[in-house]
């Protein structure tokens, strides 16, 4: 054994900088992934040529953000909000995943990327080496209930299985096994808040035993509400996880007081298009449905909000009757939000920048009624962003590259 392969060469030092697998440096190289292996044990030595092409490779790959990109995949993007908090510590996406062709039309008008958007995640969790490698993985999976039928088939066959089964056929199925077989150095998964009561906390569990008993991840939790920095109350659960242990706290991350949040009147268009205020019969019908509910001593139905106020969560059915938030107008009957109001209510739009809105009213209400709070996912992003970077560029010996170079060799 020459004294190179005792330590890492050069060459296999500068591939893991560029995140590439041995094959992925053999394509860039135009050389056999052979040749690669010997380069990289030290027991060959590349060209000046091949070495200046993967120094390249590595530097562009850290270029942006001083000196820290990193590559992350967003999964069930919708209209790309976690991505926006990551883009903004400096990650490149290098993969997305999302079925709606609605979401698909904004996603592409506001991230004009190198890469095509996936659609169902469904066949890339079967082969799971479709997507790219990447140090972080994203993903607002649907909450779905686990069914453990199936485990218990496997039980009387006497097969062992782990909590990975219970989870079966559903969407976080599919991203545990992105997260098992890529093993990024962190994910951030996100979720509404009740997810943590989902099924009497059977779901919640499930997740928990699968990303901390069996993907080995040390993860935390948060339910984090929005109000500090946008006009609205909505609470969603971010559950972060990293590969090796990192010292990023998040329940002992200092938020920002929700007191001293925005108010809706930062937000608000100065001249609205008279189609956004409720027709007769509509209000009267909101009224009515109120009444009645009041009566039988509920408190459901419209909440109206002026500039001063902060709004309920907006969600998904808010094309139907707006009746969540509707603002006042003097002298007339209430209206709701424009999609524009929308894109700001949820932290898209950004001074100078705003974002690109071509679908329908309908389309555009459901797109930001399921999205995130784009400050929110900043915030989070920027708070990982220390750890994060130990983990993807001081992880020891690479942990991520060996991983690699061991499933590229289970294949
Ligand atoms: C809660 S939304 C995520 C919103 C996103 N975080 C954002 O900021 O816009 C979940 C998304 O998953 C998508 N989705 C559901 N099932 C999917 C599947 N099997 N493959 C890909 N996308 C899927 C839905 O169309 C929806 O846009």
């Avoid at 790309?80 to 079925?99: D, M």
């Avoid at 002298?331 to 950004?350: I, V």
Wanted: proline fraction near 6%.
């Amino acid at each position: 054994m020459n004294k190179q392969s005792l330590k890492r060469s050069l060459f296999s030092r500068t591939r893991a900088e560029a995140g590439l697998t041995l094959v992925e440096a053999a394509v860039l190289l135009r050389v056999s992934a052979r040749t690669v292996r010997r380069y990289d044990s030290g027991e060959s030595s590349p060209s000046a040529l091949a070495m200046k092409v993967l120094q390249d490779a590595a530097k562009e790959r850290t270029a942006v953000g001083e000196g820290s990109s990193f590559r992350f995949i967003d999964l069930f993007a919708g209209i790309g909000g976690l991505r926006q908090g990551f883009e903004h510590i400096g990650g490149r996406c290098v993969f997305t995943s999302e079925w709606d062709e609605k979401c698909q039309e904004t996603y592409r008008l506001n991230y004009p990327d190198n890469h095509e958007i996936a659609g169902d995640i469904r066949p890339y969790s079967e082969r799971p080496h479709l997507v790219p490698e990447h140090d972080v993985l994203l993903a607002g999976f649907p909450c779905q209930p686990f069914s453990i039928a199936g485990v218990s088939k496997k039980n009387a066959l006497g097969r062992p299985h782990g909590f990975l089964c219970d989870t079966q056929g559903t969407l976080f199925f599919d991203t545990a096994q992105i997260i098992a077989h890529h093993r990024p150095a962190a994910f951030v998964l996100e979720n509404v808040k009740n997810l943590e009561r989902h099924d009497g906390g059977k779901t919640f569990q499930t997740i928990m035993n699968v990303l901390q008993k069996e993907l080995g991840y040390q993860v935390q939790f948060r339910v984090v509400n929005s109000q500090a920095w946008v006009p609205q109350k909505r609470e969603r659960i971010f559950i972060v996880g990293f590969r090796e242990p990192a010292a990023f706290d998040l329940a002992g991350l200092k938020l920002p007081p929700p007191e001293l949040g925005p108010k809706l009147g930062a937000i608000l268009e100065d001249e609205v298009d008279p189609k956004y205020t409720l027709t007769p019969k509509l209000w009267q019908y909101l009224q009515d449905y109120k009444a009645k509910h009041n009566a039988a001593g509920n408190g459901f139905g419209y909440s109206l909000f002026g500039p001063d106020d902060v709004a309920r969560t907006l969600s998904a059915r808010y094309y139907k009757d707006g009746s969540e938030i509707l603002i006042r107008q003097k002298g007339k009957r209430p209206r709701r939000l424009t999609p524009r109001e929308c894109a700001r209510l949820m932290g898209f739009d950004s001074p100078g920048a705003p974002f690109r809105i071509a679908v329908s009213d309908t389309q555009a209400y459901r797109q930001f009624g399921n999205a995130v709070v784009v400050p929110v996912v900043k915030y989070l992003a920027e708070a990982m962003r220390p750890e994060l970077m130990r983990a993807i560029f001081h992880a020891p010996e690479d942990q991520s590259a060996g991983r690699r170079e061991r499933r590229a060799a289970a294949r």
